[in-house]
Nanobody
Framework: QVQLVESGGGSVQAGGSLRLSCAAS????????MGWFRQAPGKEREGVAG???????LYAASVKGRFTISKDNAKNTLYLQMNNLKPEDTAMYYC??????????????????WGQGTQVTVSS
């Protein structure tokens, strides 16, 4: 059974940093596309960062230069390093994986497996 479990969320002040982790079981992070999404209350889910099977990355304009997506294939774990956090980054963050695609994507339609989410709250 494929399962993605996020951790690392929390509350920080603006300008602070957090690192999210996503542990994959029944799923090989090095084989397919993986990504991070977020959803704030009253807003649609948006793609934050994607990573291809060979490590190519893609970022939303709003986080480029502040967030870094990476993965450790040996540990089957996906990461999102978030620096210089802003109040507008406040959202539930979700890890996602695809069992059909290989490149880096920010579209949620690509992904077929989702974690339960971890809350990130940034105060001003």
């Amino acid at each position: 059974q494929v399962q993605l479990v996020e951790s690392g969320g929390g509350s920080v002040q603006a300008g602070g940093s957090l690192r999210l982790s996503c542990a994959a079981s029944g799923y090989t992070s090095g084989t397919f596309s993986m990504g991070w999404f977020r959803q704030a209350p009253g807003k649609e889910r948006e793609g934050v960062a994607g990573i291809s099977n060979y490590g190519r990355t893609l970022y939303a304009a709003s986080v480029k230069g502040r967030f870094t997506i990476s993965k450790d294939n040996a540990k089957n774990t996906l990461y999102l390093q978030m620096n210089n956090l802003k109040p507008e980054d406040t959202a539930m963050y979700y890890c996602a994986g695809s069992r059909s695609y290989y490149n880096a994507y920010l579209s949620s339609s690509i992904y077929d497996t989702w974690g339960q989410g971890t809350q990130v709250t940034v105060s001003s």
